[in-house]
């Protein structure tokens, strides 16, 4: 059993306390520990995007984290995405555009578009497909996935406007 | 890529329905957007273990001796599960979905025995405290091996020189077990007609040999298992599986226990492509469990995924087909060897029924081979056999047409399966949609485009999958708002358990959201087969049609007695119903809902079908490529499914079937594949290196879904999922024909075969 080490963090808006050993990763300890499991496991090796999360503003693929790593830092998970009850943008255009099956990849893809249109809200489709380059579906073929983001980004520029 | 003003996506109806056709948002949808969706994986249970598994280093190698010693002393390490801890499995024969298997096979592949069969082959399973300590512990087994030498491909194993997997495995000759013992399970052979008159009669004769790589589903998500072996000796499971009942009945022949003594919950599953039917996890995990008292959970690795569980068979096909000058096809012969991998079952006898599906030929010979080698046990990867036969199929077609200088879609109408044409395998087609989906490429604006540019180049091709009817169940509670609840036992990978509740919606003219539809465990609904055959959609749908014609049926009598008229009188329309003899007295559904539990009690609407009159999917691509002369990188300039869907249920997730399939055809015809040492070591176990398609490697998958109604069906579907993984690998490689004039006999066509291919043509 190794020594544990306490990290301090901040996820989705609230303070998170907990121990956790140098060796497991900020995907473990979200999923075992904290117990927020909507992040998800894929292939641990940084690349499927399944366990993308927000650190510090930038996306990050939580498996490749230590998460000792996280004690100061600024986290947002997928299930800080909604705002309370209401649905994001991109959430709604996933639903209305069937831009899921099995949905295992969708937590990923949704906190990677959130980031793109939280920085641009006019990207081409070219921008989308590289931008989500590092999240893998092997469900949709990717083009649902490509206009729901096209979508949430005209009504996300509507609402702006 | 391509942003020319067109449709993209085409639904050619022939028929409308209030829900059925409809697009609403799925009844889980809230879940999967917000991360709340438990998955496998997600299980957390009190006093939970985690386990790890051993596998073998080894492609091909006798097990010498296994010690646990030293594992079992690691502080945090609670048990260790070896295959002595299994029963026996003697002589005994299992149907596990696949046909008669030795139940020692199956129970090999879990935990092997005597010898491992391929590298990742399982050979212990440890439950610590957590999954750190359990993959330590694993370190700690110390395994003797005697190493053996392995042999890969279909036909290094079919040579009498070579390694022999299985000491008592005889070749199935024609239907009568031999005494051979060899590679080779089975050697079967479909005919029709007369080969040799037929090709005498040929004007032009075209016979080349293919290959294709082992390829892997892919599935996001890893394999899971957990497993609770409780005090009284009954065993629950929480699993990522297509069958809940296939894990139940195959883990409780493994443990050599009673069906009945084993619950399965079936989790959200991220993804099978029929990679998910086998069992490998729960019944080590319920051993685990067993020796511990307490629940045990298993999760794979990505390596372990691609190393220990079924990818789908490489092959060797041969294909000649003869014609004659007037374009028609008068002879066909095909032979075609897949690697079953570690134990017999390559889906090769699916493989030799489609090889030729899409055309009517008279005089028709297919010869399959399912050879045993040193790779990971394959499993069904949608349209298990079809997109390999295609390959090769479609390449020689579209030679022909070269020859002949015709039309390729000219020429394929000419030939297509209509009704009643006769399959070499022995079935009649009853309604199909071969010569329909023909037409809608024909007519489809990109194939009447113009394609400009050097190195350019357009392909088309079409393919065959079945659709499978099997068993399913399903129950609906009417609610008192008048809302249902329906149960029905098939695990939802794409969507359909809203498809499967629109069809419930539409018997009762409700809306899709009233009908609430939840998938459960094995305790909870009768007896369902796996999600696969393209069953889902169309088989468990039949079965909600029937409940709720149970419902509707049973509400039509609450009715009467509540106006104390005959049954016979009350009609229902729309969702009203209406007493006749009554002075055409209506009451809502949704008001004689609220109305049950003082009118003789609650209404619960069943079926349980078996239906026989399935329907067949056909499905074709045209595919514009862009070859780099200099790298051999095939870019994917614009793409078109179109599909025979019957009546499309839901359209988006039929077009989300065709649209995955597609992409998964393309990662099959120019990535992916298995590549492996000379010792039977996979060197690319990782998505890094085995690459399936990312967004920026595609363009968008455009789509037409065409309706030829299946008569089998009330309102029409046919089963969508498979169809659409059978054309792209055939239609990419007419496409680079078309772009740089090689013919590529090799999947993947990645750019080191495709380089390969334009040097050759340039030496010429």
Known sequence: MQVKTRVETTINGEQVEFLCEPRQSLLECLRDIVGLTGTKEGCNDGNCGACTVMFDGRIVTSCLVLSVEADGREITTIEGVAEGSALHEIQKTFLEGAALQCGVCTPGFIVAAKALLDQELNPSEERIRLWLANNLCRCTGYDKIIRSVQDAAAKMQETNA | MSTNNYEPNMVLSTKQFKVVGTRPVRHDGADKVTGRALYGADLQLADLLHGAILRSPHAHARIKSIDTSKAEALPGVKAVAVSTDLPAPGDQVVDIGEGDTPLKYVRDNVLASDKVCYKGHAVAGVAAINVHVALEAVGLIEVEYEPLPAVLTAPDAMRDDAPVLHEDLTTDELGEKTDKVSNVAKHFQFKLGDIEAGFAAADTIVEREFDTSTV??????????TVLWNNDDRIHIWCSTQGSFVVRDVTATVLGIPESRIRVTPMEIGGGFGGKIPVYLEPVAALLSKKTGKPVKIVMSRQEVFEGSGPTPGSHIKVKMGVTKEGKIVAAQASLAYEAGGYPGAMVTPGAMCVFAAYDIPNVVVDGYDVVVNKPSTAAYRAPGATNAAFATETVVDEITEKLGVDAIEFRLNNAAKEGTRRADGPKYRSIGCVDVLEAIK?????????????????????????????SSCAINVNSDGTLALVEGSTDIGGSRTSIAMQAAEVLGLRAEDVRPTVVDTDSVGYTDVTGGSRVTFCTGIAAIEAAEDVKRQMVERAAKIWDVDAETVEFDGGTFRGVSNGNSEMSFKELAGRLGKTGGPIVGRATVQPKAVGGSFSGNIVDVEVDPETGK?????????QDAGKAIHPSYVEGQMQGGSVQGIGWALNEEYYMSQEGVMANSSLLDYRIPTALDLPMIDTVIVEVPNPGHPFGARGVGEANIVPPPAAIANAIHAAVGVRMSRLPMNPPSLMEAIWAKERQ
Do not use: D, S
């Not at chain 2, 892997?216 to 298992?225: F, K, L, V």
């Open chain 2, 443 to 471: 007519n489809h604006q990109h194939y009447n485009a113009p394609l400009e540019g050097p190195n350019r180049g357009r392909g088309v091709a079409i393919g065959f999958w079945f659709n499978v009817g099997l068993q």
């Open chain 2, 216 to 225: 892997h589903q892919g599935y996001i998500e890893p394999h899971n298992a």
């Open chain 2, 634 to 642: 095939v870019t994917i300039l614009r793409f078109t499914a179109v």
